[in-house]
Each structure stands twice: as structure tokens, then as C-alpha cells.
């Protein structure tokens, strides 16, 4: 893919991700390192907990989509944030889930005081298999100009 500067960016634009597949490996893995609660590492107990089933950190899912955002968008020189707005979490990730992401430019926001570059801001939506938003969150990106 080629690079993209803000130029090539203009407000409803979707990219989207390939998907991603989930296993049970991968969220015990992640959640023994940075999130080792039952529901994210015991089978057994996960199914007695909140939600009624092994499930990925919240954290995993927001690493995987900055995975997928890194695949899907080619920023010129990286994909550098400026913040993220209103993330939500709003359905568990099981697993055998995959995962995509769904990029859609929200605005376009030129910087006044750095001339080569400027924000886009996002409403990035990592979706299931069945179309389920697992996930939505409104980054900004810095993105340099041509």
C-alpha cells in the first residue's frame, strides 16, 4: 500500500482491517503478563464469573486493534497518536472470534503551528465475525502533510 498524508484524508472515508483470528492461547498469554484476573485466564473459572466464559482483556483487544490499525492504515512515517476519545468496550471477545477493524475519518484538522502536519481524528470499530462491535473508541492521529 502506499503511504497516506493528511491530504489524502477527507471526513466519511472507511479503511478497513483484515480479519484476525483470537485463540484461547493468545488471551490466557496477554492476560497472565498485563491482565491476570480468572475470566481472562481459567476456562473453569471464567465460566462461574462475569462473563460466563473465557473472555480477552479489554487491554488485548485495544493492542489488537493497533495491530490491525497498523495493517490497514499506512501512514506516512507510522501511525503516531495524539489521544484517544470515548473508548468502550462494549461486548466480551471470545475465543475463535475474528477480529476487524473499521476506520472512518471523522475530521481533518490542519495544525496552524507545525505546517507539515496536522490530526485526523477517527471512530475506529474492531468488529466480530457476526458484525458485533466489540469495541469503539475516536483516536486522533497526527499525520504529516506532503
Known amino acids: 500500500m502506499q503511504a497516506l498524508y493528511l491530504e489524502d484524508f477527507e471526513p466519511g472515508q472507511v479503511f478497513e482491517s483484515k480479519p484476525r483470528a483470537i485463540t484461547a492461547e493468545d488471551i490466557v498469554r496477554f492476560a497472565s503478563e498485563f491482565d491476570p484476573q480468572p475470566f481472562h485466564l481459567d476456562p473453569e473459572a471464567a465460566e462461574r464469573g462475569f462473563f460466563r ?3 480477552a482483556s479489554g487491554w488485548h ?5 493497533m495491530r490491525l490499525l497498523v495493517e490497514a492504515l499506512p501512514v506516512a512515517g507510522g501511525v503516531v497518536g495524539a489521544g484517544v476519545e470515548a ?8 475465543p475463535g472470534d475474528r477480529l476487524s477493524l473499521r476506520c472512518q475519518v471523522l475530521e481533518i484538522i490542519p495544525s496552524r503551528s507545525r505546517p507539515d502536519r496536522g490530526i485526523v481524528r477517527f471512530l475506529h470499530e474492531v ?13 486522533k492521529l497526527v499525520v504529516p502533510r506532503r
Open 53 to 55: 466464559g473465557l473472555s
Open 87 to 94: 473508548l468502550e468496550w462494549k461486548a466480551p471477545v471470545r
Open 61 to 65: 483487544t485495544a493492542a489488537l486493534a
Open 127 to 139: 468488529l466480530n465475525q457476526d458484525g458485533v462491535v466489540v469495541m469503539s473508541q475516536r483516536p
